[in-house]
């Protein structure tokens, strides 16, 4: 599938010294962006990240660093006018990401 | 929160030493999938969320494997409908009635209301081994290597769709890369289109008022059809087609997809309607940037999207449709008042 979204933009930052090849980013990541290369975790398809923080949170050598968040407008707009940080209105009343 | 009811799943109950855990149907009966369509199409605005807690589905027993999910009545119907001949502990964790993947992603369905509601269900005195399956969309607020050093429960991420499940436990609870992967396919941005249209129907009352206030005093229906029609069509552009088209449209920005979509049912417009140049380039510029919000607003209905990239989406876009969106409802004044169209 040939979805993706805007290029060389997202905050996803990987320090090799710090991997151990324990595979957990590639088994979290929703869109294939890491591979493993000679045993340890490789960027490999960057432009498909989102940004949804799983591999950092998962990564036991804080190898993995990422700005973690909603790739959502209305978020940002909300978070904007309420002085927040961008928040989906993910609450039981309110509709957001299904 | 109201939880909704489950006794018409509830078949009974298996004594456990941490108490009477309720056994659950997998089959969904009708009122599950009515309910669900409603919420779908968010009528009635209820909860939809069911109790917390640990539940079972088959015949489980200490060595059954535990499955983890939210208390999203959708994750949880979605989950137990797919657990056909198998065995297993329901732990359903209290995510405030949201989806795994949007709790996961707030903190709310994260390492400490898994480790709360470990201990809370004493699920170390229910099964006898140490491994909870989770849904891999779980990962964003689930630390797995957190997760074992406070509670002696190992976490294992199963695949994105419960429908996976079946294969994946098959397999020994391994997960191939396609069950890994999170899909935007058709007939998934099909299902976003009820919610995103139920949203901007609520602002329907303003726009036709809007309208009827452009034509006032001579409030003639087929005049009237001129600006309803162009209307209505920005909405279906940007709520509709942009998202069933997304894969085909050129460029990656959505705004500039919705663009697209919207200049089509635009010539459409013109085709049909019998607009002055004038008219026509206001709409251009109305339906232009209608739709390219709409679009840039379904940024959160999809999975593709980054919030770095939407940022700078926002940054470039918004000064556009802002300018295209004022300069077009203008004109479309102005000669309301100088042709009295």
Same mark, same amino acid.
Request: proline share 6%.
């Given at each position: ?98 | ?26 089959? @969904? ?20 969320? !069911? ?62 209301? @898994? !480790? ?78 009820? !919610? ?76 049909? @309607? ?60 102005? @000669? ?6």
């Amino acid at each position: 599938m040939g979805l993706r979204y805007l290029a060389n933009v997202v905050s996803l930052e990987l320090n090799k010294s710090r991997c151990n090849g324990c595979g957990m980013c590639l088994a979290v990541c929703p869109h294939e962006v890491f591979a493993l290369e000679n045993g340890k975790a490789n960027i490999v398809d960057r432009d498909a990240c989102i940004e949804c923080g799983a591999c950092q949170r998962n990564c036991p050598f804080t190898a993995v660093t990422v700005n973690p968040g909603v790739g959502c407008a209305a978020a940002i707009i909300q978070g904007a006018l309420q002085g927040t940080a961008p928040s989906c209105g993910c609450s039981p009343d309110g509709g957001c990401c299904k | 929160m109201n939880y909704q009811p489950l006794t018409h799943a509830t078949r009974g109950f298996l004594f456990t030493p941490a108490g009477a855990i309720p056994l659950i149907d997998i089959g @969904l009966q009708k009122k599950d999938i009515r309910a669900g369509w409603m919420k779908r199409w968010n009528i009635g605005r209820m909860d939809y969320a !069911v109790a917390p807690g640990l539940y079972a589905v088959g015949n489980p027993d200490p060595t059954s494997p535990v499955l983890v999910t939210a208390n999203y009545k959708f994750s949880f119907d979605s989950l137990r409908r797919e657990l056909e001949a198998i065995s297993a502990w329901l732990l359903v964790l209290d995510s405030g009635g949201i989806n795994v993947w949007c709790a996961a992603g707030k903190g709310t369905f994260g390492t400490d209301e @898994l !480790v709360r509601s470990i201990e809370a269900m004493r699920l170390a005195e229910v099964v006898s081994h140490r491994v909870l399956i989770l849904p891999q969309l779980a990962a964003p607020g689930v630390a797995a290597h957190e997760v074992i050093l406070r509670s002696g429960f190992r976490v294992l991420y199963g695949p994105v769709r419960a429908s996976d499940l079946p294969a994946f436990m098959a397999a020994g609870n391994r997960a191939t890369p396609a069950m890994r992967r999170v899909r935007f396919a058709a007939a998934d941005r099909l299902l976003t289109v009820p !919610v995103e249209l139920m949203q901007i129907l609520r602002y329907l009352p303003y726009l036709l008022a809007a309208i009827i206030l452009l034509h006032l005093p001579r409030l003639r229906v087929t005049t009237m059809l001129n600006d309803v029609f162009p209307l209505a069509a920005a909405i279906f552009s940007g709520t509709v087609l942009m998202p069933l088209l997304l894969p085909w449209l050129p460029g990656r920005a959505f705004s500039g997809k919705g663009v697209w979509t919207g200049l089509a049912l635009w010539l459409l417009c013109w085709l049909l @309607l019998p607009w002055s140049l004038a008219e026509a380039l206001a709409w251009m510029l109305i339906i232009g940037a209608v739709s390219a919000f709409l679009a840039l607003n379904y940024t959160g209905a999809s999975t593709i999207t980054s919030l770095s990239g939407v940022k700078k989406e926002m940054r470039l876009a918004m000064p556009a449709i802002i300018t295209a969106a004022a300069v077009g409802i203008i004109l479309r004044v102005i @000669l309301r008042f100088t042709l009295g169209g």
